[in-house]
């Protein structure tokens, strides 16, 4: 067996293990800092372990989180399953090298804690992978959010293990999943945004909102809108009142969690 190795641009060390096969393994850990016992006593970084024999057909899945104690879980409970091949571990930005050089069929990951814009790294991983969005306490808005913008399923971290390989297993069939514990409140937000009139804003307002939404700043929505700059702030006061919001990113979530814009 051959190995690659480089280092990412967080100054990680990328090494990926590589068979006449092909890709057989892929672990990303800081210099350093090792994972099993021969390693701590060298104190060698984390060294890559080929994976048995495998169907050909199983499915290859990365994993990324920040939190070390919760990413050896999620790369445990993925070696444990046969149909899959554990093809790369994350602990931050360096996932976008992982995701470039093993294109897995599915990435698990908590986006909120690697450092990553979620756009971005949808973005990235492209039509190949179906990305598995997991993280503590998911807001309606956020999950909404996540799936308009390309993820393929989303679960909360305290999830059974269960409920991740079998959520695993049906994003590689090309199915989305959403998990059991976050359905009531996807639920609610439903209701909630058929609740609420279409006409709560002016179409004015709505207008005002879209551009807010496309992240134009008050200036550049006046040049758009063809008005003042005051009144721009005014229309943008009254969308914050009648949503409840505090500031653009809220008004914008609050307003797509109601169905007050596409």
Do not use: W
């Not at 021969?38 to 048995?52: E, H, M, T, Y």
């Not at 920040?66 to 990413?71: A, K, N, W």
């Amino acid at each position: 067996m051959g190995g690659f190795s480089a280092t990412a641009a967080c100054g990680r060390r990328v090494r990926l293990d590589m068979s006449s096969n092909g890709l057989r393994d892929a672990t990303l850990t800081p210099p350093g800092v090792p994972s099993d016992k021969q390693d701590r006593a060298a104190g060698q970084p984390r060294a890559c372990r080929p994976l048995p024999s495998r169907p050909c057909d199983r499915v290859g899945v990365v994993v990324a989180d920040s939190h070390p104690l919760y990413l050896e879980s999620l790369e445990r409970n993925v070696r444990l399953r046969p149909e899959f091949e554990l093809l790369g571990v994350a602990e931050g930005p360096e996932l976008l090298d992982v995701l470039e050089a093993t294109r897995p069929r599915v990435l698990v990951v908590d986006h909120t804690t690697i450092g990553i814009d979620r756009r971005e790294l949808l973005g990235r991983a492209g039509a190949a992978s179906r990305v598995l969005l997991i993280c503590t306490d998911p807001e309606p808005e956020e999950i909404y959010a996540s799936m308009a913008d390309g993820a393929s399923g989303y679960l909360a971290k305290d999830c059974p293990r269960q409920e991740l390989c079998e959520t695993i297993a049906a994003l590689a069939r090309g199915e989305e999943r959403l998990g059991v514990s976050i359905q009531p409140a996807i639920a609610s937000a439903i209701r909630l945004r058929e609740s609420v009139p279409r006409d709560f804003l002016t179409d004015r307002e709505r207008e005002i909102l879209l551009l807010m939404c496309d992240g134009l700043s008050a200036p550049a929505i006046g040049e758009r809108v063809c008005v003042s700059l005051p009144t721009v702030k005014t229309h943008q006061h009254h969308i914050f009142e009648k949503l409840g919001a505090t500031e653009r990113a809220m008004a914008v979530a609050i307003a797509l969690r109601r169905g007050l814009i596409e």
